[in-house]
């Protein structure tokens, strides 16, 4: 199971870019909205979650992504439950974020001593990060990403951390990318 967390304030074109290729991917994926089911992006796109933070298990949790946007990123830091999911995938399975939401993992010290990019001017929240450069960061089981132009290959490269680089590559033929 993936859980992709939408906070009110996310970052859209992240959030449903990696639900959307992890789903042809056949993976299962789950949107769960923080702080009610129906969640407001940073551009006025709602979305209806799958589930709400409170219905979120630990049980079979695969990867635990956190897409950017503000105040998206902050409200995500503020949830007990993102924390619980995150922290339990950091240690027993995959972590992914895009553009500010890196700083989340940042400060709850996920990141010490791992490369790792994010949106410009977030780099100083990346709290004991080794910068890197590139669209998309792959530091064991963390993956970062830097922001809304990095949401395809981030998406792509989740699709290969879980499913592998041939299922990666159909994916990638299939939405005509290079």
């Given at each position: 199971?993936?859980?992709?967390?939408?906070?009110?304030?996310?970052?859209?074109i992240?959030?449903?870019?990696?639900?959307?290729?992890?789903?042809?991917?056949?993976?299962?994926?789950?949107?769960?909205?923080?702080?009610?089911?129906?969640?407001?992006?940073?551009?006025?796109?709602?979305?209806?979650?799958?589930?709400?933070?409170?219905?979120?298990?630990?049980?079979?949790?695969?990867?635990?992504?956190?897409?950017?946007?503000?105040?998206?990123?902050?409200?995500?830091?503020?949830?007990?439950?993102?924390?619980?999911?995150?922290?339990?995938?950091?240690?027993?399975?995959?972590?992914?974020?895009?553009?500010?939401?890196?700083?989340?993992?940042?400060?709850?010290?996920?990141?010490?001593?791992?490369?790792?990019?994010c949106?410009?001017?977030?780099?100083?929240?990346?709290?004991?990060?080794?910068?890197?450069?590139?669209?998309?960061?792959?530091?064991?089981?963390?993956?970062?990403?830097?922001?809304?132009g990095?949401?395809?290959?981030?998406?792509?490269?989740?699709?290969?951390?879980?499913?592998?680089?041939?299922?990666?590559?159909?994916?990638?033929?299939?939405?005509?990318?290079?």
């Amino acid at each position: 199971m993936v859980y992709v967390f939408l906070a009110p304030g996310f970052e859209e074109i992240e959030a449903l870019t990696a639900v959307d290729l992890l789903r042809r991917a056949e993976c299962e994926v789950r949107m769960v909205g923080v702080g009610a089911r129906e969640v407001e992006g940073s551009h006025g796109i709602r979305v209806t979650a799958d589930l709400e933070e409170r219905d979120a298990s630990l049980e079979g949790l695969e990867m635990a992504v956190l897409p950017g946007g503000m105040p998206g990123t902050l409200n995500l830091e503020k949830s007990p439950v993102v924390r619980a999911c995150v922290e339990h995938c950091a240690r027993h399975s995959r972590v992914a974020a895009i553009c500010a939401a890196p700083s989340v993992l940042g400060h709850w010290g996920l990141l010490q001593g791992r490369h790792a990019v994010c949106f410009p001017g977030f780099e100083q929240e990346l709290k004991g990060a080794l910068p890197a450069s590139g669209l998309v960061c792959v530091d064991g089981n963390i993956t970062t990403g830097k922001g809304p132009g990095a949401a395809l290959p981030f998406a792509l490269t989740l699709v290969e951390e879980l499913c592998g680089p041939e299922k990666a590559k159909k994916i990638r033929a299939s939405l005509q990318c290079q």
